[in-house]
């Protein structure tokens, strides 16, 4: 069927790729997980992903060494934060958290009502109403020390708005205010970031010399940014003038730390 998606053939069974994805991130995270209220529940699970992984002949070790899921630069979460915030998330109840702004370089504490939990790229955010900026912001969880809850009840916001901060606009730190970010990438970074997803909503076209333009909406350039920077000289920011900038900026400042004298 055209657009399917295609099939990953194991010998005597037949997964794609997002269920043999999920079956060993379900075993691997099953696995991982500390003692808690759980564990009786978690055993027979544990034991129904062996029976499926196992369901075209094959031992299910033999399957998790063939096919392996790496997760990478994921921070890990407080569980006593974590669970703090699943109770107020799930009772609408407010929370007040003592959260570190890494960007800022210093802690501050904020009253929030919690929206929405996220997992992006291998860590946990909580999508809230901040009642000090009286907006919604996102939370690295792992960037909290605190998160206690309160007995006031949480302002509701809905899942309409909240879809519009984190779809419209590139990766986590989204927004109203959206741009068009246009990046052309050399030919040779091309054969990879083409058939990259960066973002729902973009839009690539090849040109005359192989080069691949890439046309992004974002709010806040923060992520965006480190993921230019990750292919080098192998991307020129074309537009905005303010993020092609901000690019060149970082890359002086890196640069400059290689030069005698550089700090």
């Known amino acids: 069927m055209e657009g399917a998606e295609p099939k990953l053939s194991l010998p005597g069974v037949w997964f794609n790729s997002?269920?043999?994805?999920?079956?060993?991130?379900?075993?691997?995270?099953?696995?991982?997980?500390?003692?808690?209220?759980?564990?009786?529940?978690?055993?027979?699970?544990?034991?129904?992903?062996?029976?499926?992984?196992?369901?075209?002949?094959?031992?299910?070790?033999?399957?998790?060494?063939?096919?392996?899921?790496?997760?990478?630069?994921?921070?890990?979460?407080?569980?006593?934060?974590?669970?703090?915030?699943?109770?107020?998330?799930?009772?609408?109840?407010?929370?007040?958290?003592d959260h570190h702004s890494r960007g800022r370089g210093e802690w501050l504490e904020r009253e929030v009502s919690p929206q929405r939990l996220l997992f992006y790229r291998d860590s946990w955010y909580l999508d809230a109403w901040c009642h000090e900026r009286d907006a919604?912001?996102?939370?690295?969880?792992?960037?909290?020390?605190?998160?206690?809850?309160?007995?006031?009840?949480?302002?509701?916001v809905s899942s309409e708005d909240l879809d519009e901060l984190t779809k419209s606009g590139y990766g986590i730190f989204s927004g109203k205010r959206i741009q068009t970010a246009v990046l052309r990438f050399s030919p040779e970074n091309a054969r990879w970031v083409a058939h990259e997803r960066w973002h729902s909503q973009q839009q690539g076209t090849f040109d005359k010399e192989g080069r691949?333009?890439?046309?992004?909406?974002?709010?806040?350039?923060?992520?965006?940014?480190?993921?230019?920077?990750?292919?080098?000289?192998?991307?020129?920011?074309?537009?905005?003038?303010?993020?092609?900038?901000?690019?060149?900026?970082?890359?002086?400042?890196?640069?400059?730390?290689?030069?005698?004298?550089?700090?």
Do not use: C, W
Not at 35 to 41: F, I, M
Not at 56 to 73: F, K, L, M, P, T
Not at 142 to 153: F, G, K, Q, T, Y
Not at 239 to 257: D, F, H
């Open 18 to 97: 997002s269920e043999i994805y999920a079956l060993l991130t379900m075993e691997h995270l099953l696995s991982n997980l500390q003692p808690g209220l759980l564990n009786n529940q978690i055993e027979p699970l544990k034991a129904r992903l062996r029976i499926l992984l196992e369901s075209g002949g094959h031992d299910s070790d033999e399957v998790g060494d063939r096919i392996r899921v790496i997760h990478i630069a994921g921070r890990a979460a407080d569980s006593k934060i974590f669970q703090s915030i699943a109770t107020g998330l799930f009772s609408r109840t407010r929370l007040r958290i």
């Open 136 to 156: 919604v912001r996102s939370f690295a969880v792992d960037a909290m020390r605190h998160a206690v809850n309160l007995s006031e009840p949480a302002r509701e």
């Open 212 to 263: 691949y333009v890439l046309r992004i909406p974002y709010a806040q350039d923060t992520e965006l940014i480190m993921d230019i920077l990750r292919h080098g000289a192998g991307v020129e920011v074309l537009e905005p003038a303010t993020l092609r900038m901000r690019v060149m900026e970082r890359l002086q400042s890196a640069l400059a730390q290689y030069h005698p004298g550089g700090t």
